[in-house]
């Protein structure tokens, strides 16, 4: 074994000295000597034990030495020891404090170049074990940033019992490592870091952040750190731990991925003096306090000039410091327009001689020029599936494409979407409506033509795939239906709006193509048997048992045949969805995994199909159907709506539980966390897709909506850093500088200066895994960049923290009306939470003008602003408005009265706008008489 590698892998127990048992009123606390192998919350009989079985917590690794000589690892069973570590408990009222001594027992000054303590806590998952896992498990959160540092930990549910750990006095955390962990089953290996010299010497490649410090120690001397262990019941628990034990509660306003042209509001509560924030460009940056709002909490707004990352470090109480990382993205629009545009004309084939013309794959920005582009026969590492079009990474392209042109058509994009639905998509990786059997199937890994050609082998027992040809040719996995159907529905919506630039299919004929699909996402997989050592063994009931994304087309699909007169088709499919719905609530307890035992992928599923119980009226059943893996009915005689709400909380709390949310880092901040918590793998398609359902919720059903709003809306910025970005000036992006990968984007994040994440095919060779920062190829990110787009909105809030807000736009404040220009990145959507209004505003086509404000009286009963004209020809724009004020409207467009409604009980009213071809707004005034 390397040097390298086993300094990476060392961890050693140190000393505890602690009895058997150590309790009070507030802690049971359990020791065997070398550390503590039971922690649990008195009085709560829920309290699962936080200490993973077989560990103990107490332990701590230290590497020394003397002079410039080579680092050493210390070893605690040496008879003769020229440093000692120590781990001491103790509880005092409702604090377990753990006091870390290093001594120097030699006549030599030491210095000390790392020192950390592991944290070995109930975080390991295991798989097909849903009960256990959300029953008794827990989901890590980690903030490592100076003084202000802490980690947490609570159930995998969301609710129960949280334990909080901050640093005393003067200790500090810099650097953090996940040494043995998955990122689907989790692990105990996360080391957090008081110095970390000798780590980043021995680990050179990759970056961080923050200072690497190292202890010198004399002869003789001693050097103690402490930290503070404390419970609470809830996230603002968590949160008043940290104020009381001398940290900083910190809430930021829209999120710490920060449009150039928008500003962040800062919050920070702590007893602390705050000395000052100092940017890490100041130039670039302006930090302006806007005072107390409250006893102990401090607003600032800052600016920021410079893109990629930003730093903001809090100095506070004399020698303190915490960090606060930003990063500076280029506005939204362009985002989305460029992003688009890179995929048509960078990551499509063209080349009717190729089995696989029109994919879109993936892109590797490390490889030379002209081999970037990845796919069947250009791996690079990856796994087929990944970039043969037959899984979820590749085939994430055609759906964030066709989510941009449903916001910006472009002809040149829609004809790269066409291509790729004729030549690689219908009669080939789909079947078409005339294949019998399964027809609209899909093929899935390893991709559509070696499924389409197989036959039906043996299948070879102990083989962990099945033989070529297995499991019905692979059509049995449910997401790849879903993308489809959604890629359908939104090619409806181009041709509907747009007949011009289509020429392949028209908009009915898309409108079949997604019925179809859905129809077949329910009946294909589910009558194929899985065998021969896939993920999941039996009848594919995915379609009725899991969360899988972009479920929530489906009931546009539904609308879409309703308002077509396809009703026929249209309860078909409701029909379906609603066994699924009343499945989650009343039969499956845990219905919040997908294919991992904690996987957030679920959290957008659940959230659509709370929301849609919440809303619509489901009848009672006998029989509704029958599992064929268990043989079980499914029945439900009786429809409880409390149950409805009950299951959308329990989906809320699952989905903050692996969502950042107390973390002030913009990796952090609205992502979603999988099994590695917050060490690995952040920034995920599910942090936009998820954080949809959060930000949804807040706007529709949270009775505070701002702590939902912070946080889904951070979400929904959150994956926007991943993308490669900038102008000339900038080298065209901050992470991979070169004008050929300017929209280019990673996979996920990876937080740790090297961290072993699951792709083996992003890792860096050299360093033994991927460096921090995005991954260096791209994959399912699109998906969550689809919905980025898809829900991109503009919210009006009365904050009780920041005041009143404009979240994705510019809000300015004139004689007595309100100005708001909205900087969101599409410009269709608008929500008002002020006072009593709740009001939702939506375009079915084009958008707000660019630059342009809408204006508001100070009742929100007038309201004018400009519309975009996107489409060439002359056309009604249909505006959709909920929340408006009970009474009488005129529609003034241009100066001319078009249309009048009436509202009541602020229901919906649907206002036709008439819009001149692209290139000449229309001026709207909607004004109560």
């Known amino acids: 074994m390397s040097k390298l590698k086993k300094n990476v892998l060392f961890l050693l127990i140190a000393s505890c000295a602690l009895g058997t048992s150590l309790s009070n009123e507030h802690f049971s606390v359990v020791s065997d000597g070398s550390g503590v192998t039971s922690l649990k919350k008195v009085g709560d009989p829920h309290a699962p034990n936080f200490i993973a079985e077989g560990a103990s917590l107490g332990s701590a690794m230290m590497r020394y030495r003397i002079g410039s000589g080579q680092w050493i690892d210390y070893d605690s069973t040496s008879a003769e020891k020229k440093i000692d570590v120590t781990s001491d408990f103790k509880i005092v009222g409702d604090t377990l404090t753990q006091k870390i001594t290093v001594s120097n027992n030699s006549d030599s000054e030491i210095e000390v170049g790392d020192l950390a303590i592991a944290l070995p806590m109930n ?39 949280h334990l909080v750990m901050t640093p005393e006095a003067d200790t500090h955390l810099e650097f953090f490592k996940e040494q043995r962990a998955s990122y689907s089953t989790g692990g105990v290996g996360y080391m957090a870091y008081i110095h970390s010299l000798a780590e980043s010497e021995l680990q050179p490649a990759g970056t961080w952040r923050q200072k690497h410090t190292s202890l010198n120690i004399k002869p003789g001397q001693k050097a103690s750190y402490a930290f503070n262990y404390r419970w609470a019941d809830d996230y603002q628990g968590v949160r008043d731990v940290l104020y009381e034990n001398g940290g900083i509660d910190v809430r930021i306003a829209p999120g710490m991925v920060v449009p150039e042209n928008l500003f962040v509001k800062v919050a920070l509560r702590t007893k602390n003096k705050i000395d000052s924030l100092n940017p890490e460009y100041p130039k670039q940056t302006k930090v302006e306090y806007l005072g107390e709002k409250s006893r102990d909490t401090h607003i600032y707004k800052i600016e920021f000039a410079k893109l990629g990352e930003n730093l903001v470090t809090v100095e506070y109480s004399g020698s303190k410091h915490m960090v606060l990382e930003f990063f500076v993205i280029q506005p939204l629009e362009t985002l989305v327009k460029k992003r688009a545009a890179f995929i048509a004309e960078k990551q499509q084939y063209r080349d009717t001689s190729l089995w696989y013309d029109g994919l879109y794959s993936l892109w590797d920005v490390r490889n030379e020029e002209g081999k970037n582009l990845l796919g069947p026969d250009n791996l690079s590492g990856q796994h087929e599936y990944a970039v043969s079009g037959s899984d979820d990474p590749s085939n994430s392209k055609c759906m964030y494409l066709s989510e941009a042109n449903v916001a910006f058509p472009n002809a040149e994009q829609i004809e790269s979407l066409e291509y790729f639905i004729e030549n690689f998509v219908w009669g080939k990786h789909q079947r078409t409506d005339k294949e019998i059997p399964y027809p609209y199937g899909i093929y899935g890994s390893e991709n559509w033509k070696e499924n389409r050609e197989a036959t039906r082998d043996p299948i070879e027992e102990g083989k962990s795939r099945p033989g070529q040809g297995g499991s019905q040719c692979r059509m049995w ?66 379609a009725y048992t899991l ?71 489901l009848n009672p059943d006998k029989k509704l159907w029958k599992n064929k893996n268990t043989g079980q009915w499914y029945s439900h005689p009786v429809i409880d709506k409390t149950k409805h709400a009950e299951f959308m909380e329990r989906q809320l709390m699952a989905n903050l539980a692996c969502r950042g949310w107390l973390e002030a880092s913009y990796y952090f901040l609205g992502s979603d966390f999988r099994g590695l918590g917050s060490s690995g793998y952040t920034l995920s398609y599910m942090s936009q897709m998820g954080g949809w359902s959060v930000l949804d919720y807040s706007l529709y059903f949270a009775e505070k909506p701002e702590e939902y709003l912070r946080l889904g809306y951070a979400s929904m910025l959150s994956s926007w850093a991943l993308v490669n970005a900038g102008e000339k000036e900038s080298g065209y992006g901050f992470w991979y500088p070169g004008k050929m990968h300017d929209g280019s984007v990673g996979w996920g994040f990876c937080p740790q200066k090297v961290g072993q994440e699951w792709n083996h095919g992003c890792w860096d060779k050299d360093a033994g895994g991927v460096k921090r920062g995005p991954w260096p190829v791209c994959g399912e990110i699109d998906h969550g960049l689809t919905a980025g787009v898809e829900v991109a909105c503009t919210v009006l809030l009365d904050d009780p923290l920041f005041g009143l807000f404009a979240y994705g736009g510019e809000l300015d404040e004139k004689a007595g009306n309100v100005n708001v220009i909205p900087r969101d990145g599409v410009r269709r959507r608008l929500h008002v939470l002020v006072g009593d209004t709740r009001m939702h505003m939506r375009f079915d086509r084009d958008g707000f003008a660019k630059d342009k404000a809408i204006i508001f009286d100070k009742d929100f009963s007038e309201i004018s602003f400009n519309v975009e004209s996107r489409s060439k020809n002359r056309h009604l724009t249909s505006l959709i408005i909920t929340g408006l004020k009970d009474g009488e409207y005129k529609l003034l467009v241009d100066g001319k009265k078009t249309g009048a409604k009436s509202v009541s009980n602020g229901n919906k009213v649907v206002f036709d706008i008439p819009v001149e071809a692209a290139g000449k707004d229309a001026s709207v005034i909607i004004q109560k008489l």
């Open 123 to 161: 975080t390991e998952y295991k798989n097909q074990d849903v009960v256990n896992t959300f029953n008794n498990a827990l989901f890590r959160h980690s903030f490592i940033s100076g003084h202000g540092s802490f980690v947490f930990w609570l159930p995998v549910g969301g609710t129960g019992t």
């Open 477 to 542: 996995r449910t997401f790849d239906y879903t993308t489809y159907f959604a890629l359908y529905y939104n090619m409806y919506l181009i041709a509907k709006k747009n007949p011009e630039m289509v020429k392949y299919l028209d908009a009915d004929e898309y409108l079949e193509r997604a019925y179809g699909t859905v129809k077949a996402f329910f009946e294909v997989p589910y009558n194929i048997y899985m065998e021969g050592g896939w993920a999941f063994t039996g009848w594919t009931d995915w």
């Open 547 to 617: 969360g899988n994304f972009h479920e929530k087309y489906m009931l546009k699909i539904i609308d879409a045949l309703e308002k077509s007169g396809q009703q026929e088709k249209a309860d078909y499919i409701r029909g379906e969805w609603e066994k699924k719905v009343k499945y989650f609530i009343y039969d499956d307890p845990y219905p919040f995994t997908s294919e991992m035992p904690v996987d957030s992928t679920a959290y957008e599923s659940t959230y659509a199909i709370a929301k849609y119980a919440m809303n619509n009226e």
